[in-house]
């Protein structure tokens, strides 16, 4: 079964889907445990600290979206990589020579579980803040909570 709130973030509204093993995309309304320990983690963040735990995490998507967030994850709290970076460490991570950062940029684009999965950190080659799901200023805002430049 799968169960949903909503969370109420300086940025708008949020609302958390789980099952009783990780977050996920849709659901039914009904806050559990796992849905408190998101909130608790939002809260966290959201106060301008960086989170020293994660609930689990269990995003829907390819093989090869699955890799992409995989690597959105490894990303520090604080610090920014760009498409270019993830297309490379996605090629090496599927054994091939190279990898097209316009999919990648895709499969970020499709990144379910926003914020917690930190699709926000990627920055064009030139540092710009090019696309964003929750838009360029929900963008800059979470950089800056993260006290990026």
Known sequence: ????????????????????????????????????????????????????????????????????????????????????EIAMETARRLGRPHMAAQAVGYAIGHNPISILIPCHRIVGSNGSLTGYAGGISRKQSLLELEHIP
């Open 1 to 84: 079964m799968t169960f949903t709130c909503h969370y109420d973030s300086p940025l708008g509204g949020i609302t958390l889907t789980a099952t009783e093993s990780g977050l996920k995309e849709e659901a039914i309304a009904k806050e559990t445990p796992l849905l408190l320990q998101t909130r608790q983690w939002l809260d966290v963040y959201f106060s301008g600290r960086q989170p020293d735990f994660c609930p689990p995490l269990q995003p829907s998507g390819t093989h090869f979206q699955q890799i992409v967030w995989q690597i959105l994850s490894t990303i520090p709290y604080g610090e920014t990589r760009t498409y270019k």
